[in-house]
């Protein structure tokens, strides 16, 4: 069912502060930017062979990067899973007992369906399904 690690979340206070680390000095590819505005974040995804790093902006203070940061500092935000089909994914984990942010999938970066798993429920990472197909 989990294909593979579809991408790292890694919040930052600054987009274009960060961006020269991953694509000058790491020399990953830069796929471009994305917003998310549901999730009041931007983000700057980078290609690591068939996974992403995803760097997150905040675009308001109350979004969850923007809680985050003000309560940690940057860092590694989440693991994003890649699988087959998100909504059976959720659903496994709600009859395991894992405490679900989203009960079904809703629509992410590049259109895909996510859904996240509470940090509470999963050892403290909060964890994301990504149906893959649509990813970069
Ligand atoms: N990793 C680990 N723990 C986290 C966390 C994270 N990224 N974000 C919050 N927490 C912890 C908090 O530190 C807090 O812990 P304590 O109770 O010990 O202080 C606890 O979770 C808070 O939980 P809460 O009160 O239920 O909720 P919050 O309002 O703080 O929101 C969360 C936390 C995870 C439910 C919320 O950020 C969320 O819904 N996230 C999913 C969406 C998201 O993160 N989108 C951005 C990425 C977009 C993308 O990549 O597409």
Redesign the pocket.
Known sequence: MIRKIQHI?VAVRSLSDAIPFYRDVLGLTFLGIEE?AE?K?R?AIFRVGESTI?V?ETTSPD???G??LE??GEGI??L?LGVDDAATALAHAKEKGVRL?DETPRT??HGMK?G?L???STF???T?FAQEGEEP
Request: net charge positive; proline share 7%.
């Open positions: 979340g998310v999730q974040v983000t995803e997150l979004g969850p990067v809680k985050f309560k940690n935000h989440h994003c942010i992410g970066v996510i996240f509470h940090p509470k403290g990472v909060l994301e």
